[in-house]
């Protein structure tokens, strides 16, 4: 399976501090992609990276990408209690005939006050 | 108009039952998604379509049937469904499968079958 993995599986953080989460990944990729999801409902689209890029900024979110050691991280500054969900990385490749989308395991983000 | 909408929210049914979930798009999309998501799991990828055509069928079970009637909608036909596909069902699109954008996600259809 090329499924990825995220380190860690739960964080727990205080309102304001920051967040880090990583993700390894096994196949050649397209872009790297991070959703949020809150409660099991759906995902959110956060940021997407393309393979030729090695980092990439929106709003409070950082994103790295080291293609050589297929990884990526994700960093949320100045954490809020909003910011509590499931955070996952998702590879894109192509296949020929389409873009598949393969989610990792995921991190659960817990922000306390 | 900015969102995937999914119907159902909630189904239970029956393993002889025969259903279908709905899902609509207004984005102009051309690529449409189902994916499963089991609890505390990452999402799976089911199918892909793109422009109204089944792309990819990531083996899964005749009983799941999926079906693009036009570029704007996706459904998919459940049929003698097990317990074990009980799930989250999520309905995702994207401009095109060739191009590297984001997936805009449903809210999903929470599926129990007894």
């Known amino acids: 399976s090329q499924q990825g993995e995220e380190d860690p599986q739960a964080l727990s953080i205080q309102e304001g501090e920051n967040a880090t989460m990583n993700c390894s990944y096994k196949?050649?990729?397209?872009?790297l992609q991070w959703y949020r999801q809150n409660s099991g409902r759906g995902l959110v689209h956060l940021i997407l990276i393309r393979s030729n890029e090695r980092e990439k900024h929106s709003g409070r979110l950082r994103v790295t990408l080291d293609t050589s050691k297929k990884s990526s991280s994700l960093l949320i500054t100045a954490s809020r209690a909003a910011d509590t969900a499931s955070y996952f990385c998702?590879?894109?490749?192509?296949?020929?005939?389409?873009?598949?989308?393969?989610f990792g395991t995921g991190t659960r983000l817990q922000v306390t006050l | 108009d900015t969102e995937v909408t999914q119907t159902p929210k909630h189904l239970v049914m029956g393993m002889t039952n025969k259903k279908s979930l709905k899902c609509e798009q207004h984005m102009g999309h051309r690529a449409m998604y189902w994916y499963k998501q089991k609890a505390k799991k990452p999402p799976e990828l089911m199918f892909v379509?793109?422009?109204?055509?089944?792309?990819i069928n990531e083996s899964v079970p005749s009983r799941f049937s999926p079906e693009c009637p036009n570029s704007s909608l996706l459904n998919l036909h459940l049929h003698a469904l097990q317990p074990e596909d009980s799930a989250l069902y999520l309905c995702?699109?994207?401009?095109?499968?060739?191009?590297?954008?984001?997936?805009?996600f449903g809210s999903g259809t929470r599926l129990t079958v007894v």
């Open positions: 995702a699109s994207s401009q095109d499968v060739r191009v590297p954008y984001g997936y805009t």
């Open positions: 379509y793109s422009y109204e055509k089944l792309s």
């Open positions: 196949t050649s990729i397209n872009n």
């Open positions: 998702a590879t894109a490749r192509n296949t020929g005939t389409a873009s598949k989308l393969t």
